[in-house]
């Protein structure tokens, strides 16, 4: 998809769609993706409701970002790092992220 926002649109090869579990005016959704080292991934988010007065749906995109493997590595570190109990599995993961940013 690259930087071409045009395509990057619901529905598109290569997009997802997610849902957020909150319904509040103001939060924040996470996903999964898989991304290889010396890659780039690509994220934007939207918006979708329904015009209470037409009915008619209408999606509202942000602006596309583009984070490196790198980034997105060093992103799940400092997140991991914060967890105050974290599990068998959060240290593995912390372990193979501290191996991988280290090197």
């Known amino acids: 998809i690259g ?3 045009a395509a990057f649109v619901l529905g598109a090869t290569g997009t997802g769609k ?14 999964v993706v898989s991304i290889n080292a010396g890659e780039t991934v690509y ?3 939207y918006l ?3 015009d209470n007065t037409t009915g008619e749906e209408h999606i509202i995109y942000s602006q596309t970002v ?3 493997f790198y980034w997105v590595a060093q992103a799940a570190y400092d997140k991991y790092s914060a967890i105050q ?3 068998e599995s959060d ?3 912390l372990r193979k992220l ?3 940013l280290n090197h």
């Open 3 to 5: 930087t071409d926002e």
């Open 18 to 31: 997610g849902t957020s579990i909150n319904k509040a005016s103001a939060g924040f959704y996470t996903g």
């Open 43 to 45: 994220g934007r988010g």
């Open 48 to 50: 979708i409701y329904i």
């Open 66 to 68: 583009e984070r490196s």
């Open 85 to 87: 109990n974290p599990s």
């Open 91 to 93: 240290k593995e993961i």
């Open 98 to 100: 501290r191996e991988f």
